[in-house]
């Protein structure tokens, strides 16, 4: 399969564009982010754009793929709501349309355990109503990945955040996966479907044990 992958320069994008690199069953990955992950590998392809804002609709550069992997992303913490709604919303939906809506395309979205409707947290409103709209665009299909603490893929190098503190989750039951775990589940639904579009960590476990 082809891969169009957000977020390299991140720790959940670095460690999933790892992970396809090393899959058989991935052929090509897109890497697009505003500057390069600093990765060589003869699988992987770079779009630099420095404002996804700024991608026309239908955009040349991102066709000819099978799912777009978004794993761009980053945490409210000092940010004003508007920011955060741009980051989180319009940055994503504006990339989906991008690509252009089509019924042979997989998109698969990260937003992480506690995301829900029901949340008092602007953040978790924010990455609903992302799912959501997401699920209701003419796509194949859309997944919306909720993973817990993660532990990293071998030779992540970006580990900020809650990459240096991974080993905070793995004993609670429940709430963490690997890099490695979440990048086989994508690539199973990618290849297979599943008949949730909500993953969270247990379907995530279990996708990633069906993965062959």
């Known amino acids: 399969m082809k891969i169009i992958l957000t977020g390299a320069t991140g ?17 090509r990955v897109l890497s697009v982010s505003r500057r390069t992950c600093g990765i060589t590998h003869p699988k992987l392809e770079e779009y630099i754009a420095e404002d996804f804002m700024t991608l026309p609709i239908d955009d040349p550069k991102l066709q000819g ?14 940010m004003s709501r508007e920011e955060y709604y ?12 991008a690509i252009g809506p089509k019924r042979d395309f997989v ?5 992480g355990a506690g995301t829900s409707d029901t949340s008092r947290q ?6 609903a109503k992302t799912e959501r709209d997401l699920r209701e665009l003419p796509f194949k299909a859309a997944y919306c990945f909720r993973p817990g603490g993660m532990k990293p893929y071998i030779g992540q190098k970006r580990l900020q955040g809650w990459g240096k503190y991974h080993w ?13 775990e979440v990048a086989r589940a994508m690539i199973y639904c990618v290849e297979c479907g599943y008949d949730k579009s909500i993953i969270g960590v247990g379907d995530i476990d279990k996708l990633s044990k069906w993965y062959k």
């Not at 741009?86 to 349309?97: D, K, N």
Request: a negative charge; charged letters at 15%; proline letters at 1%.
């Open 86 to 97: 741009h980051l989180s919303y319009e940055i994503t939906m504006h990339f989906a349309r």
């Open 65 to 78: 793929y099978d799912a777009c992997l978004f794993c761009a992303g980053k945490s409210n913490i000092g």
């Open 11 to 27: 720790f959940v994008g670095e460690g999933i564009l790892l992970a396809c690199l090393d899959s058989e069953k991935v052929e």
């Open 107 to 111: 998109f698969i979205y990260v937003s």
């Open 168 to 180: 905070l989750f793995t004993w609670i039951p429940g709430f963490s996966n690997t890099i490695e």
């Open 122 to 127: 602007f953040w978790s409103q924010t990455k």
